[in-house]
């Protein structure tokens, strides 16, 4: 494999930045799109992104930065996408140039809301791009503790192992292990799983649960993990490999995650929609809930634990009363 | 099986007044064993117990209290010992009375220093009882949330199901769920591992590792407890189950962890001794430690975790160093 192929990175958040000043330790140019020029202007003079992960000082001569996403992409070989879910759909309808000789490798956790496919899946059905040239990266990883530089494990999963460790070598540094993976379908669907899996710790904090349940929803969540992903995609793996429970860890006992907080709120009394107003935002899981409950109404999997956050998200139930239910389906 | 057969309660710490107040939710009767006379006295005039637990209050005419522990075996048919592995060789050692009818569960979660055996082993070798008559309760459960009435799950695990039950039926209430396991080996020995990992996780706060590492670290550590069990004793068994992953996170990610607040000191610098002297107590999991180091010589089960912690308590190694190569061998 060309080992001068060029990394862009897609998308202008918090783990976009974190995934930039990885590869900034490795890369003497990474590509980089944002949709906000004042984001880019901002970096350009300061050395920071004004909006996420602002403690990361960037040189600003290994970036290479565009709000044009056409730019970005025909000047890179490898396209590493870590824009929300929910725009991933919209950023895509304005490209003009081709993905199809282009490697694209997936930093989104979560569905694209409007196809209900996990982003592979969406690149492989509508951009016609092969397997072999699809890859995840996936944690457990908060972008925050990449900014301090705290010890964090990759996983880069790819069908072909030779683009996975390619991503993998320029990821690594004093701060990154990676581990390789061939799991794309298994390690997405975990990090699409475990945003749903926060939203219910965060219903149960909500609620008044305490550590004792916490750790058996935790424990009973990657016993339906590991169910739900099988059913989709049936392979051998290792379902408490960091890419699987670790991320669900990371995440349900996190006071950084999103969709814990969104979980919270409801547990809290919040309705569906003023938490999401409160939050000025939709937690990836959110979308994630609909999709993966629609999967296994095909699929059939046993998850009382998806089905619980379904019913309150979706049905308007009162997440006291279906918590009561769940507790009693736990073990 | 009779269903008036008598259960007594032996130790006197938070676990033990934990233990006791489920069964009050059932019973008319619990026989009640702790050393103290003065907190005995405490009890019957205030109707809690002055060190552990204060806000738990009790009927005291449900509770048959006694210093004596001959006196609380001879009365109890059912007899379980809640008092921290460090003193149950000692307490044993009072006993005039036989244990040979009795059946016996352990709530102990670690290992008898003196003998480097489990808890239920002890018992059937020192004390000739079958292990039919023998089972174990286990968690995970902190008692300060039993004490809350917080919904918690126990697993109450027996080689002879119809005495599992039996205690089960009467530990539940409203806030307390049990399950039913075959496996008094293995989830004892998770109990007990679990102390150890708890330690190896405060040793990473201390050092300043962060979130991204810690869930990395129960991943592995998850996937240790499996191989070292699966040497010890062999048989179906799902690790994920609450009784053995649910245990681990309750205690790794617990702020109430004595292990983990002792891993802590140690990550911080302080040496084995001070720490302890700190704390003015033993770790469970520094015996542990030494235990299951010895056991796993013969059993040789990879375990970079365990061997790491018992390098820093027992070879007096540098926490940082050793964290630095251990951080090597995780994925």
Same mark, same amino acid.
């Given at each position: 494999?060309?080992?001068?192929?060029k990394?862009?990175?897609i998308?202008?958040?918090?783990?976009?930045?974190?995934?930039?000043?990885?590869l900034?330790?490795?890369?003497?140019t990474v590509?980089?799109?944002?949709?906000?020029?004042?984001?880019?202007e901002?970096?350009?003079?300061?050395?920071?992104?004004p909006?996420y992960?602002s403690s990361?000082?960037?040189?600003?001569?290994?970036l290479?930065?565009?709000s044009?996403? #056409?730019?970005?992409? &025909? +000047?890179? /070989?490898l396209? %590493?996408f870590?824009?929300?879910?929910?725009? *991933?759909?919209?950023?895509?309808? #304005?490209?003009?140039? &081709? +993905?199809? /000789?282009?490697? %694209?490798?997936?930093?989104?956790k979560g569905? *694209?809301?409007?196809t209900?496919?996990?982003?592979g899946e969406?690149?492989?059905?509508?951009?016609?791009?092969e397997?072999?040239?699809?890859? *995840?990266?996936?944690g457990?990883?908060?972008a925050?503790?990449v900014a301090?530089?705290?010890?964090?494990?990759?996983?880069?999963?790819c069908?072909?192992?030779?683009?996975?460790?390619?991503?993998?070598?320029?990821?690594e540094?004093?701060?990154i292990?990676?581990?390789i993976?061939d799991?794309?379908?298994?390690?997405e669907?975990a990090?699409?799983?475990?945003?749903i899996?926060?939203?219910a710790?965060?219903?149960?904090?909500?609620?008044?649960?305490g550590?004792?349940?916490q750790?058996?929803?935790?424990?009973?969540?990657?016993?339906?993990?590991?169910r739900?992903?099988?059913?989709?995609?049936?392979?051998?793996?290792?379902?408490?490999?960091?890419?699987?429970?670790?991320?669900?860890?990371?995440?349900g006992?996190?006071?950084?995650?999103?969709?814990?907080?969104?979980?919270?709120?409801?547990?809290?009394?919040?309705?569906?929609?003023s938490?999401q107003?409160e939050?000025?935002?939709?937690?990836?899981g959110?979308?994630a809930?609909?999709?993966?409950?629609?999967?296994?109404?095909?699929?059939?999997?046993?998850?009382?634990?998806l089905d619980?956050?379904?019913?309150?998200?979706?049905?308007?139930?009162?997440?006291k009363k279906?918590?009561?239910k769940l507790?009693d389906k736990?073990?």
């Amino acid at each position: 494999m060309d080992q001068t192929k060029k990394i862009a990175v897609i998308g202008g958040g918090s783990w976009a930045t974190a995934i930039v000043k990885m590869l900034c330790e490795n890369l003497d140019t990474v590509y980089w799109y944002m949709r906000s020029d004042y984001a880019i202007e901002h970096i350009k003079r300061n050395d920071h992104n004004p909006n996420y992960l602002s403690s990361v000082e960037f040189k600003v001569d290994q970036l290479h930065l565009s709000s044009d996403i #056409n730019e970005i992409i &025909s +000047l890179a /070989d490898l396209c %590493i996408f870590a824009v929300p879910s929910a725009f *991933v759909y919209k950023e895509l309808e #304005n490209l003009t140039v &081709s +993905l199809k /000789d282009k490697i %694209i490798f997936s930093a989104i956790k979560g569905i *694209v809301p409007e196809t209900g496919l996990i982003v592979g899946e969406h690149f492989h059905e509508h951009y016609d791009i092969e397997f072999e040239n699809i890859g *995840v990266l996936t944690g457990p990883c908060h972008a925050e503790e990449v900014a301090l530089e705290r010890l964090s494990y990759l996983t880069i999963a790819c069908a072909d192992e030779v683009k996975a460790k390619f991503l993998a070598e320029r990821i690594e540094s004093d701060y990154i292990k990676c581990k390789i993976s061939d799991d794309i379908i298994g390690t997405e669907y975990a990090a699409m799983l475990k945003n749903i899996y926060a939203i219910a710790a965060g219903i149960a904090h909500g609620l008044g649960y305490g550590d004792n349940f916490q750790s058996v929803l935790m424990s009973n969540a990657i016993r339906e993990m590991k169910r739900f992903i099988k059913k989709v995609h049936k392979m051998k793996r290792n379902i408490n490999d960091s890419a699987y429970l670790g991320d669900l860890l990371v995440t349900g006992y996190s006071g950084f995650s999103r969709n814990r907080l969104f979980g919270n709120m409801l547990g809290k009394g919040y309705t569906v929609r003023s938490a999401q107003m409160e939050m000025s935002m939709v937690a990836e899981g959110y979308y994630a809930t609909k999709s993966a409950f629609k999967i296994n109404e095909e699929k059939g999997a046993k998850t009382p634990i998806l089905d619980a956050v379904y019913s309150i998200l979706y049905d308007n139930k009162n997440p006291k009363k279906v918590f009561k239910k769940l507790a009693d389906k736990l073990d």
